[in-house]
């Protein structure tokens, strides 16, 4: 059974920094890409940052490049988003996900929500002073 469970999430200053980390079980990372998405009240899954399979490709989001980072340790089954100089902005609930088919191992079409099939249950990130 695939399982992704979220992780890390809590409350930071502005300007602070997070990790927040996704364990992933019934199936092995490394042959799949990851993505995170973040969802605030009343509006749709934002998509944040993907790494895909095995070649080192990595996509971030306008909001999200320069600050985050995503990486894996396919080891450990487990992708983490690195989250440095938070906004208030950054405020929401984030989640990873994956997916079957063609192209499990990519990260075509990431921003895109209905683009992915297994997603975890989220960890709320509040930005505040």
């Known amino acids: 059974q695939i399982q992704l469970v979220e992780s890390g999430g809590g409350l930071v200053q502005p300007g602070g920094s997070l990790r927040l980390s996704c364990a992933a079980s019934?199936?092995?990372?490394?042959?799949?890409?990851i993505t995170w998405f973040r969802q605030v009240p009343g509006k749709g899954r934002e998509g944040v940052s993907c790494?895909?399979?095995?070649?080192?490709?990595?996509q971030y989001a306008d909001s999200a490049k320069g600050r985050f980072t995503i990486s894996r340790d396919n080891g450990r089954n487990t992708a983490y988003l690195q989250m440095d100089s938070l906004k208030p902005e950054d405020t929401a609930v984030y989640y990873c996900?994956?997916?079957?088919?063609?192209?499990?191992?990519?990260?075509?079409?990431?921003?895109?929500?209905?683009?992915?099939?297994?997603w975890g249950k989220g960890t709320l990130v509040t930005v505040s002073s």
């Open positions: 790494s895909a399979r095995d070649d080192g490709i990595t």
């Open positions: 019934g199936f092995a990372l490394e042959r799949y890409a």
């Open positions: 996900a994956t997916r079957y088919g063609m192209e499990a191992g990519t990260c075509h079409e990431y921003l895109n929500a209905n683009a992915w099939d297994y």
